[in-house]
C-alpha cells in the first residue's frame, strides 16, 4: 500500500549535468503531477500527465525541462544542463481521477541541489 | 489566469492560540483544497469544500468555504506545536485540469 514514490530524495549536480527525477504514482493512480518549490516559495505547477501522455505542461520551462509517463515504469523529470536556478525541491503528485472531486497524494520530493 | 491570495504570509503564535489563515480569489470557485507541509515535508491533503457556506471540522481544524465561494478559512482552536507547518490553499484551474496552489501561511507555534 505504498504511497507516491520519489527517487531521488536528495540530488547534487554540477552546472551542466543532466537531473532525472522518478516518480511511482500511488497504485490505481493514472495521473501524474509535477511541482516545484523554491526555497520559502510555493508550489509551482510543472506539467500534468497519464500514461503516455501530456495533458498539460504550461508550467514546464520551454528550454531543458522535460516529462515523460510511459506505458511501463515511473514517471520522469529531465532537466538538461541544469543551472543554479533549478535547485528547489520537486514534488510529484498522483490522483485515482483528474479535476476536481480528488486531493492531491504527494510524494515525498527530490531536492535538487546545483553546485 | 487563476490565483488565490492568502493571508498572512506569517503568524507566529503562542502555544494554545487560535490561528486562522484566510484564501481569496477573484472569481467564483468550484472547489477549494487544504494541505499542510510540515518543515522539509511534503504537503498532505487536509480537506475539501465544495458547498456555498460549507463549514467542516477536523478535530482543532475548523475549514469554512464562504457563502460567495470566493473566499475560504481555516481555523486552528488552541495551538499545539505539532500544527507548525506552512497551510495552503489550492483551486483547480486550466479546466480543472492542473492545481493552483496559493501562496501559504507559515505558521510558527512558540511554547
Known amino acids: 500500500n505504498a504511497g507516491v514514490m520519489q527517487n531521488p530524495r536528495h540530488l547534487v549536480r554540477r552546472r551542466g549535468q543532466e537531473a532525472r527525477l522518478r516518480c511511482s504514482p500511488m497504485?490505481?493512480?493514472?495521473?501524474v503531477y509535477w511541482y516545484r518549490q523554491l526555497p520559502e516559495e510555493g508550489l509551482k505547477f510543472m506539467v500534468y500527465?497519464?500514461?503516455?501522455?501530456?495533458?498539460?505542461e504550461s508550467g514546464m520551462p520551454k528550454e531543458r525541462f522535460s516529462a515523460e509517463f510511459p506505458k511501463e515504469g515511473p514517471s520522469i523529470l529531465r532537466i538538461q544542463q541544469v543551472v543554479r536556478g533549478d535547485s528547489a525541491a520537486y514534488f510529484c503528485?498522483?490522483?485515482?481521477?483528474?479535476?476536481?472531486?480528488?486531493?492531491?497524494?504527494f510524494g515525498s520530493g527530490t531536492r535538487l541541489t546545483v553546485v | 489566469g487563476q490565483q488565490v491570495m492568502q493571508i498572512p504570509q506569517y503568524q507566529h503564535v503562542q502555544e494554545g492560540e487560535d490561528f486562522t489563515t484566510y484564501c481569496n480569489s477573484s472569481?467564483?470557485?468550484?472547489?477549494i483544497q487544504w494541505y499542510k507541509q510540515r518543515p522539509g515535508g511534503h504537503p498532505v491533503f487536509l480537506i475539501q469544500l465544495v458547498k456555498s457556506g460549507e463549514v467542516k471540522k477536523q478535530k482543532r481544524l475548523t475549514f469554512q468555504f464562504g457563502e460567495a465561494k470566493k473566499n475560504s478559512s481555516l481555523h486552528i482552536t488552541a495551538t499545539q506545536t505539532t500544527d507548525v507547518g506552512t497551510y495552503f490553499c489550492?483551486?483547480?484551474?486550466?479546466?480543472?485540469?492542473?492545481?493552483?496552489f496559493g501562496t501559504g501561511t507559515q505558521l510558527k507555534v512558540e511554547l
Open positions: 503528485a498522483s490522483s485515482l481521477q483528474s479535476g476536481t472531486g480528488n486531493g492531491y497524494t
Open positions: 500527465l497519464q500514461k503516455e501522455n501530456i495533458i498539460d
Open positions: 497504485k490505481g493512480h493514472s495521473h
Open positions: 472569481t467564483t470557485l468550484s472547489n
Open positions: 489550492a483551486v483547480f484551474t486550466g479546466g480543472g485540469n492542473k492545481l493552483t
